[in-house]
């Protein structure tokens, strides 16, 4: 095991600890392969599922994987842009929910930032299941890194994605804009979870997503 694994094996195994205390359940994957795996594992056959705008979901092979899965997808790119807000209210109603976060504090904080606010509203008071696939590129030292890193590293490379005319799109520096398009419209924290067993957050030992 190389230095770098080692070290992301230990810091997930603080991370699980204090979202544990936070009403989170955690896992630590060392690949996305065992990541699909225990996501797949975490998932009721018959089920509903549906995800938000995550990179991190598509980049390890979940979405790919759910296809073979006995479950029902419902998938938002085959959604027209006319008829994506009713999309979104449905969404809520899936038994499962999958996302990513922005960052992840070392005491188990999930930071988000969102545009349309579909996801933070998801993760708040949406599905019963919520399950996150985050890379341990997305851990941060305490929540004011965290909001840093949402701004600074997860929203100007999001933008370049979209295609917003913002201007980090431009330079890829936050500029704490009011553009038109801008996606940093909500920030989320996720502190606590009081309803048992409806955050389930799988870390991987690689480096997903912004």
């Known amino acids: 095991m190389s230095a770098l694994s080692l070290f992301y094996e ?42 938000g705008g995550s990179e991190s979901i598509k980049e390890c092979g979940l979405t790919t994987a759910l296809a073979a899965a006995p479950v029902t997808v419902w998938d938002r790119s085959k959604v027209k842009k006319k ?6 209210r449905k969404a809520f109603t899936a038994d499962v929910y999958l996302m990513s ?29 919520i399950i996150l696939i985050v890379g341990m590129n997305k851990v941060c030292p305490d929540l004011k890194s965290a909001i840093d890193r949402v701004h600074n590293v997860a929203a100007p490379p999001n933008c370049m994605r979209l295609g917003m005319k ?42 997903l997503g912004f």
């Not at 008829?83 to 979104?88: E, Q």
């Not at 504090?105 to 509203?121: C, M, P, S």
Request: hydrophobic share 35%; glycine share 8%.
């Open 10 to 51: 230990k810091q997930a195994e603080s991370i699980i600890k204090s979202l544990a205390r936070r009403g989170m359940n955690g896992y630590y994957c060392a690949d996305c392969e065992s990541a699909v795996e225990k996501a797949l594992s975490l998932i009721p056959e018959g089920s509903t599922v549906t995800w």
């Open 83 to 88: 008829d994506m807000k009713t999309f979104y």
């Open 101 to 129: 976060t922005n960052a992840i504090t070392l005491d188990g904080q999930l930071v988000n930032i969102d545009g349309t606010g579909n996801r933070i509203a998801a993760l708040t008071y949406g599905p019963d299941r």
């Open 166 to 207: 913002t201007p980090c799109a431009a330079d890829g520096i936050c500029h704490d804009c009011l553009s038109p398009q801008k996606i940093c419209n909500m920030l989320h924290v996720m502190h606590y979870n009081r309803f048992e067993g409806r955050i389930q957050v799988i870390l991987v030992g690689e480096s």
